[in-house]
């Protein structure tokens, strides 16, 4: 019999081989694109100036490329949204994989399944409709536009990510531990602390980054509640202008090969690496600590 399914699956593997080294292969284009177009910023105001800077103005004379409001815009943005929908999302898929009645987790999976393919837009729409007058009238703003806004609609976009891919981690822990924690007269809801969640702790770590990747790589949502100030953020209730809003404003104005375009291009290049960066971190941290664990 493994004689027989040998041909089967060594063509099976060169495919999957050959998908994976061409995901790999262009992202590493886009990444070697990026740095590309916009060598000519880093190598004319180096690094730290750029990184650091707060002043954003490439068509004065001379150019001054600052993305540190625009850097802390996003992380005020993706942080805030991922506190508040972390703990709501890995509640929600515990309560779906364990607890749920079976009537009531069917309806509820393709609800979530539905809000993930809602278009991003809609969420913006919403938000500016709802969000952004509610804040004027309660609190008597001139503007209800703030990163706090942004943050909320982004909790409600990728909430859905999380509860899905948590719900997915936890059902695929086999059978035998929940039947040999409860044999052991421990109860559910330990069982489920104790045991499930360590061992579906890589896949709960997925959901986590993919709802980190999903917050802050997020555009039109951001641009329509973020309030597009080019100023340094002083706390989750300002206003400001994440890179993926800065790029999605600027870019068509922006003529090609202009100093402009360029510091869009690293604008752009320094938002891919800090995805790729926190993920990485993630990912190789989550393996370490689950090595330590086995070998304890």
């Not at 409860?182 to 602390?193: D, E, F, H, N, P």
């Amino acid at each position: 019999m493994i004689r027989k399914n040998r041909p089967l699956r060594e063509p099976f593997g060169v495919f999957c081989l050959v998908i994976a080294v061409g995901a790999t292969l262009t992202l590493l284009a886009v990444v070697l694109f990026m740095l590309r177009e916009s060598l000519p910023v880093w190598q004319a105001y180096g690094l730290s100036a750029i990184i650091a800077g707060t002043d954003w103005s490439p068509l004065t004379d001379p150019p001054r490329i600052g993305l540190a409001p625009m850097i802390c815009s996003t992380l005020w943005v993706a942080l805030g949204a991922l506190v508040l929908s972390v703990p709501l999302g890995f509640c929600g898929a515990i309560f779906l994989a364990e607890f749920a009645p079976a009537g009531l987790a069917a309806i509820l999976r393709p609800v979530l399944h539905i809000l993930t393919g809602i278009p991003s837009v809609v969420y913006g729409f919403l938000g500016a409709a709802v969000l952004v007058k509610f804040f004027e009238v309660t609190f008597d703003l001139a503007s209800g536009e703030s990163l706090f806004c942004a943050s909320l609609v982004l909790t409600v976009m990728v909430l859905p990510y999380i509860v899905v891919t948590g719900e997915a981690a936890l059902r695929a822990v086999p059978p035998e531990y929940r039947q040999a924690a409860l044999a052991l007269g421990v109860s559910k809801q330990y069982m489920t602390i104790k045991v499930l969640l360590p061992l579906a702790k890589k896949g709960l770590l997925g959901a986590f980054i993919l709802a980190f990747g999903r917050a802050t790589g997020e555009t039109m949502a951001v641009l329509m509640l973020a309030g597009n100030t080019l100023i340094l953020p002083s706390s989750w209730f300002s206003r400001g202008e994440p890179l993926s809003a800065l790029i999605a404003l600027e870019l068509g104005t922006a003529s090609a090969g202009s100093t402009h375009y360029q510091a869009l291009f690293a604008a752009g290049l320094v938002l891919l690496v800090f995805v790729l960066s926190i993920n990485l971190l993630l990912h190789f941290s989550g393996n370490h600590t689950g090595v330590r664990r086995r070998e304890g």
